[in-house]
T-cell receptor, first 113, second 113 residues
């Protein structure tokens, strides 16, 4: 049983397209995150949700829109994809707020061509 | 604001030798500190965490880290490196005020035969 699962694992798409990445956790956590890892392996938080409420939005372009239908799911929709969006996107979850350890999914490698 | 600095983007050690990966943090309040490991094409896995209990923290796979407040450090060590330890290692920080984990830039550990 995968604790934090993301789909798809790989995503190749053309510039200008719209795409979504889905994330689900079965750990009973109430906080979920999206992180972006660039080609130099640098990890940067994008969004954080607690019980479906947006807690953190780290100056991410508004082409990126997270949606949390319930506390076990956090999806990421990206409009008008750009070359610079190519990266690995990680979903994570944790129990409670205030920086308890996060459990990560396997990542979605997005390539924009 | 919190931050984490990992010294050395690449570290090479011989199999059987001591592993030492350095991490210094900045936080104005008592921090939570973490070490994560990322194997190629995989998500991040928690190695160990410090949450103000014992200053010497033992983790999985024989790794441990010592919290030194006076040095604002949380270095990761393993007495004897194994080939399977080759991976990217991330130090991370959070605290009671925050809803996110801040990651360092990572250190790639190479194990030489």
């Amino acid at each position: 049983d995968t604790a934090v699962s993301q789909t798809p694992k790989y995503l190749v798409t053309q510039m200008g397209n719209d795409k979504s990445i889905k994330c689900e956790q079965n750990l009973g956590h109430d906080t979920m995150y999206w992180y972006k890892q660039d080609s130099k392996k640098f990890l940067k938080i994008m969004f954080s949700y607690n019980n479906k409420e947006l807690i953190i939005n780290e100056t991410v372009p508004n082409r990126f829109s997270p949606k949390s239908p319930d506390k076990a799911h956090l999806n990421l929709h990206i409009n008008s994809l750009e070359l610079g969006d190519s990266a690995v996107y990680f979903c994570a979850s944790s129990f409670g707020r205030q920086g308890t350890e996060a459990f990560f999914g396997q990542g979605t490698r997005l390539t924009v061509v | 604001a919190q931050s984490v600095t990992q010294l050395g983007s690449h570290v090479s050690v011989s199999e059987g030798a001591l592993v030492l990966l350095r991490c210094n943090y900045s936080s104005s309040v008592p921090p939570y500190l973490f070490w994560y490991v990322q194997y190629p094409n995989q998500g991040l896995q928690l190695l160990l965490k410090y949450t103000s209990a014992a200053t010497l923290v033992k983790g999985i796979n024989g790794f441990e880290a010592e919290f030194k407040k006076s040095e604002t450090s949380f270095h990761l060590t393993k007495p004897s490196a194994h080939m399977s330890d080759a991976a990217e290692y991330f130090c991370a920080v959070s605290d009671l005020r925050d809803d996110k984990i801040i990651f360092g830039k990572g250190t790639r550990l190479h194990i030489l035969p």
